[in-house]
């Protein structure tokens, strides 16, 4: 049997595992992991700063529903990757952070060794599955294999390894083999006739769909068809039945009338979902109605929103039984779901502010110019916030907009991640002129990898959501309007194209350009622009 590094089984390892692609930054520890990737034959991407490789593999994640995986340096990797690591804690995406580590022999001595961490795996703790610090090389089949067991066989989140610098470039006996995940966990098939019985006597049902419910479009649509059901998606379940569906009340659960229906329902399924903050801006939405709640997660259905009936199950096996369980019932599904949405849909539309009304005009500028497989990586801006309503989607894992961490800077990262995994797709990013600044360094990749990205940016001179949120309270503006750079000529220093759009002409044929250019376009859209006025 040939013998290797640690570091390279560790590569041939992910690769059978199917691993194509590290999002990483080298650093002396982790030299051994390079020969690996190297001799694997996996494409590195360099990022400019490791927050960059978290969100670039959680884009990828997103994008392909496979694991993003990023290679970082001990200590200062770490923490400069805690943010995308949690981001990707928080929307249960599957994230494999390889990381160095100082010697086995000096882990928390507080010696001094370059990088040094007191805990290194504590660090993350809070905000991965697991996080394992290997003292062995004979280790690491096992603990990727339950890495692999999270993010196929359970609810995914990301799993840190970290890899001490003494440990990678041990001499192993090659042949590490991948490990077969566990199944999915399968409804209760008495728990599936109990909630065939609870929605099929319901006069005003009502479906909302989470991340979790990925996947599930054609059991969703058929339950929702039988009983009349509006369905609600939260940003993770935007597009998993097609807005342009009668049913579909969008991503709106930010706006009253969409909350006052999930309160007006007398039975609400719940799939797939935490119903978190992020999404409906309220600390807790009211539900007055009946919840059944379908999860992977045992915990998330004893969490915030007692359920009347709690089903633990992979979604898409446990909508199609139910789907299968109503079609067994004889019940007439209820006749006015259609005409509450476009009634709903009315009501968001004439809710709209001034400024509401100037994001919409560009998200129906977007939508024109791009085809529906477009992933559009959002950060939190205003204009993304209005982006979940107004922004219609007809695919599934095609909007972004992460509300629960809520990191500022992250539409760029995520969307290089994500055009690298999925590049016959059309990716774009969407960011505030505060929240660009956090990650533009990161452009400078994007230009290397020549990736055909459209970076809008959306300015206002302002941290806008927060000076909103001053005015309001009547507290003075201190530190909410920074200086924006010439965000155009900041682009083309990056190796990029730049330019500021002023017609929504102009918009649609700038993204037509970027989408077949040999590098990236940031676009800037001014909020105090004419055509965006009247
Ligand atoms: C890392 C991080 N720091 C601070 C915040 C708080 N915050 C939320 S929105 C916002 C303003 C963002 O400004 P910009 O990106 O220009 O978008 P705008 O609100 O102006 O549309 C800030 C500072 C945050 N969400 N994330
Ligand atoms: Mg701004």
């Not at 805690?82 to 000096?106: F, H, K, M, N």
């Not at 399968?186 to 599936?192: E, G, K, Y």
Request: aromatic residues 4%.
């Amino acid at each position: 049997m040939k013998t290797m590094t640690c570091g390279e089984g560790i590569m041939q390892l992910l690769a059978a595992y199917g691993v194509d692609t590290v999002f990483g930054m080298a650093g002396t520890m982790t030299i051994e992991l390079y020969r690996g990737i190297g001799l694997a034959g996996i494409r590195h991407v360099q990022c400019r700063n490791e927050q960059g490789a978290s969100l670039m593999a959680d884009g990828y994640a997103r994008a392909t529903g496979n694991p993003g995986v990023c290679t970082i340096i001990a200590g200062p990797g770490v923490t400069n990757a805690a943010t995308g690591i949690a981001q990707a804690y928080c929307d249960s995406q599957p994230l494999l952070v390889l990381s160095g580590a100082c010697a086995a022999p000096t882990l928390s001595k507080g010696w001094g060794a370059i990088h040094e961490l007191a805990d290194q795996a504590a660090v993350t703790a809070g905000f991965t599955a697991f996080s394992t610090m290997i003292r062995e090389p004979q280790d690491l089949p096992e603990w990727i294999g339950r890495a692999y067991a999270v993010f196929r066989g359970s609810r995914p989140r990301p799993v840190h390894l970290s890899l001490p610098r003494d440990v990678l470039p041990q001499a192993i006996e090659g042949g590490w083999r991948p490990r077969r995940p566990p199944s999915l966990p399968m409804p209760d098939p008495a728990a599936i006739e109990e909630a065939a019985d609870r929605l099929a006597v319901a006069t005003r049902p009502l479906i909302v769909v989470g991340g979790g419910a990925v996947g599930t479009r054609v059991p969703l649509t058929a339950i929702a068809e039988r009983l009349g059901a509006p369905v609600l998606a939260t940003n993770a379940g935007k597009g998993i039945l097609p807005e342009s569906h009668p049913l579909s009340l969008g991503c709106s659960i930010v706006r009253a009338p969409s909350q006052e229906a999930l309160a007006d329902a007398d039975v609400v399924l719940l799939v797939g979902s935490q119903l978190s903050a992020g999404d409906s801006f309220v600390p807790r939405l009211e539900i007055a109605g009946d919840l059944i709640r379908i999860d992977i997660d045992p915990q998330e259905l004893a969490s915030v929103y007692g359920a009347a009936l709690s089903i633990q199950g992979d979604a898409r096996a446990t909508l199609r039984a139910l789907a299968a369980a109503l079609g067994r019932r004889e019940f007439a599904p209820r006749a006015d779901g259609a005409s509450r949405v476009r009634a709903v849909r009315a009501r968001i539309e004439q809710s709209l502010s001034p400024v509401e009304r100037k994001h919409a005009k560009v998200w129906s500028t977007l939508r024109a110019s791009l085809p529906p497989e477009t992933i559009v990586m959002g950060d939190a801006s205003q204009l993304v916030y209005s982006g979940s309503f107004a922004m219609p989607m007809e695919e599934e894992r095609c909007w972004f907009y992460s509300g629960t961490y809520c990191a500022l800077g992250v539409a760029l990262p995520m969307a290089i991640g994500a055009k690298i995994g999925a590049p016959r797709r059309p990716v774009i990013a969407v960011a505030g002129d505060g929240g660009l600044m956090f990650t533009i360094n990161e452009l400078a990749t994007a230009a290397e990898e020549r990736l055909a990205l459209p970076v809008i940016v959306w300015n206002n001179d302002a941290l806008k959501e927060i000076v909103d949120q001053m005015d309001r309270r009547e507290v003075p503006r201190i530190g909410v309007e920074p200086k924006s750079p010439d965000f155009v000529r900041v682009a083309e220093g990056l190796g990029c194209h730049g330019l500021r759009v002023t017609s929504a002409a102009q918009l649609q044929q700038s993204l037509g350009s970027a989408l077949g250019a040999d590098r990236p376009t940031l676009i800037e859209i001014r909020e105090d622009a004419d055509w965006l006025s009247g």
